[in-house]
Every structure is written in C-alpha cells, then in structure tokens.
Nanobody
Framework: QVLLVESGGGLVQAGGSLRVSCAAP????????MGWFRQAPGKEREFVAA????????YYADSVKGRFTISRDNAKNTVNLQMNSLKPEDTAVYYC???????????????WGQGTQVTVSS
C-alpha cells in the first residue's frame, strides 16, 4: 500500500502560479512512476502530467504543455507540479497517482491521493 498526500492547492488569479505537491512516505516511492490528474465539476478525470521513476522522462497533456512542470525528489519521496500562467479552465481537484508509464502517460494507476482543490479566478 502506498499512501499519497497532496498539498498546496488554493485560489489564484488567472495568469498566476501555484505549486501542488504530493508526499509518499515509505520506501517504495522509487518503484513507481508518478502522475497528476485533475477533475473539474461535471467532467471526467483527465491526465495532466507524468514522470518516470528516475525523473528523467516527463509527459504532459497538450492543454498544459509549456505552462506546467512536473518534478520529483526521490530522496524526499515527493512529486511536485508547478503550474504557471494559470487559466480559469485549470480549475479542478488535482490528484496525485502512483503507477506505471504507458503510451498515454501514467497508464496504470495503482494508488491515488485524496486530491487538492485548485481554483483559478478570472
């Protein structure tokens, strides 16, 4: 079992920046690729970004490419999502996930965090 705990969500104006983080206590963090997903009200959960176990490879949804950056610190068992140039359509609950990479990003999701709300005002 891998426990994932997100933090860092909040309210920001359009054009602003926010960073969300995910902590994964335990000794198995390095065994998993990590990713971020988001779910807006009335919409399905969608892929945002993923990062390989080593951190050497990253993947992004087209909607966030060039604005968001995913990173991980295997020494601290954390994965971060730096979000810049935020838009109102980025408003959603952001979820951290642990699993394995595939052609579409983090295609296998073994564990989920509880989510953190990000709200971008216009």
């Amino acid at each position: 079992q891998v426990l994932l705990v997100e933090s860092g969500g909040g309210l920001v104006q359009a054009g602003g920046s926010l960073r969300v983080s995910c902590a994964a206590p335990g000794r198995t963090f390095n065994n998993y690729a990590m990713g971020w997903f988001r779910q807006a009200p009335g919409k399905e959960r969608e892929f945002v970004a993923a990062i390989s176990r080593s951190g050497g490879s990253t993947y992004y949804a087209d909607s966030v490419k060039g604005r968001f950056t995913i990173s991980r610190d295997n020494a601290k068992n954390t994965v971060n999502l730096q979000m810049n140039s935020l838009k109102p359509e980025d408003t959603a609950v952001y979820y951290c996930a642990a699993g394995a990479l595939g052609p579409r990003g983090l295609d296998r999701r073994d564990y989920w965090g509880q989510g953190t709300q990000v709200t971008v005002s216009s």
